[in-house]
């Protein structure tokens, strides 16, 4: 296991917080996989990301585990949490501009940091340099060496920026929202560039998105987050094809896709925020398919074949499947309950 | 109105930015024509930097055409008029809504004191105003509570809801919108096409919808014009060209958005195979 999360709960400071930033989250992410982490805004996915390099804000609590190629994060020593911070994992934000000083050329960017990690030869970290921008795909590296960040385009930069990020020969890549500023043909084409290079080096990748349709297309596994919890983990294929839980759903109605000819249907409400706390099922207000029981319903997460769901309803429906399945007696009692709930 | 008459109707539009000393004009946007009918939606697609934006700021005024003309409700918009009373006919002709509302709404302002000042502007009496501005509010779902905060105070949906409120306060025909839902939450996104498609129904304004977002102008649009380096390659009923489409490069956009089949490494290819032929 290249990154492990287990049972992983962080707790912001402030008098506001009514409920952890993230609720017992559990992922793991294999030597050479992408993993997905979708959500809407505020669920949690930058924080997990952040926490896997211990990077959580002054007077944050924390219980659970996170590891990293064997490496507690949580109890890593300053050399180990260095080491992992600046050459095992790599971080690669949406704006590429927010990591780029604006008045310096993008190859001194690139060679610095092969310098200061890696402790790169000054003489042998510009042919380094150029080597990199070639393998993400930069046409012309002589010529884009010597060009500033507002020469590119975005699409060129978040080449840069991830070049910059691959430089260590990272084990682990955290992508969070990498490609979303970009249309998606230069989506696409970042995409193919990072799907080649994490093949030929057996990275691991989390790629989070608010994108299902990208991260159903894109990753191997999907995790999908509300309110600080992982609410359903699959096969990326199985995500559309038999989405288990309500939130996925509604998600997936919200942007039926290109092919589809229904209309967007948005979830009712909001999301809620860290100063609201929940007795049951944290999407209850906001659950079309909601019952009496969600509200006090205490949330923990069933196994399916390929991953898990945390909802009441999918758990029982599945076990009356199951039990109809293998023929158990009682199969029709317990679907009569549930039919009649 | 004649009733045949487009709402608005472009013909030969184009805009070049000079580059420099010895560098060639970079043609933003070269030929363009198209008509809207009253209470219609167009889409303008196309990859970063095929000129859409310039095309939807030269619509309001923003940015002014080098050649070609705008027509709305048969008649010409003038780039050259002056003075407040014609001033405020232009804003009632074709309003313009941008990605981030922040960056357009007053920070002083409350919802409904922004609504209220640009009702004001375009001559409703006190007492109207302020009835009017509640009921723009109604119409896109603001409550009372968020009449009274200011727009940082608002969500970015909220700041959205606003933006389209302040726009329809001028009572356009035209509504333009740039990217308008491609920063919010995708389940924000489907809120907000949704009341664009009950603003539509219920005022007959015409929407030019400008989005690099194929799936999100299949939602919204009946007809959409598809933008290469400037030009219209492709111009068509939505649901047509954006399942069947004709041009190749067309073709490469759809092929790029996310879902079931979707390849990188096709995209990469198909794009360099239009880059051959387009270099031709
Ligand atoms: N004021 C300007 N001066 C010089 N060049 C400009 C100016 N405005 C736009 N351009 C250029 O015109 C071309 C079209 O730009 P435009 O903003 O219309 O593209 P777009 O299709 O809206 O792209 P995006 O999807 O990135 O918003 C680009 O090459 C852009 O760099
Ligand atoms: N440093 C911080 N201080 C206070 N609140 C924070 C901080 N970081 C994140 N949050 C809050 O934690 C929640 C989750 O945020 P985040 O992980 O950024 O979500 P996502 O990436 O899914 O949008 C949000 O409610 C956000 O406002
Ligand atoms: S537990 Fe209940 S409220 Fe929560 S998602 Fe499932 S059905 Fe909806
Ligand atoms: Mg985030
Ligand atoms: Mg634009």
Redesign the interface.
Known sequence: MLLDIENLTVALPGAETRRPVLDEVALTVEPGEVVGLVG??GSGKSTTARAVLRLLPEGASVRGRASVGGTDVLAASPAELTELRSRRVSMVFQDPRSVLNPVRRVGDFLTERLILALGTPKAEARAKALDLMTEVGLNRPEERFRQYPHEM???MLQRVVLAAALATEPELLLADEATSA????????V??VL?DLRESRGMGVLFIT?????A???CHRVHVMYAGRVVESREASAL?ADPRHPYTR??I???????SDL?????PG?PPSLSTAFDGCPFAPRCPEAIDACTTWRPRTHALPDGGVACLRAEREDVVTEAVDAGTEGADTLRRDEETR | MNRNEAALSVSGLRRAFPMGRGVPDLVAVDDVSFELAPGGSLGVVGESGSGKSTVARMLVGLERPDSGEIRVAGRTRGVRERGRAARLRRAREIQLVFQNPLESLDRRLTAAQCLHHVLRLHGAERAEADRRALELLEQVGLGAREAEARPHRLSGGQRQRLAIARALAAGPSVLVLDEAVSALDVSVQAQILRLLARIREESGVSLVFVSHDLAVVGQVTDEVLVMYRGRAVEHGPTRRVLREPEHPYTRMLASSVPGPGWDPAEVVRLRAEFAATAQA
């Open positions: 809407e805004s385009s975005g699409g970009l249309d998606a043909t230069t989506q696409a084409e995409l193919s799907r608010h994108d299902l349709h990208l159903a297309a894109y559309f509604g998600l109605a919200c942007n039926p896709g290109l092919d209309a967007p249907e948005p979830i909001s």
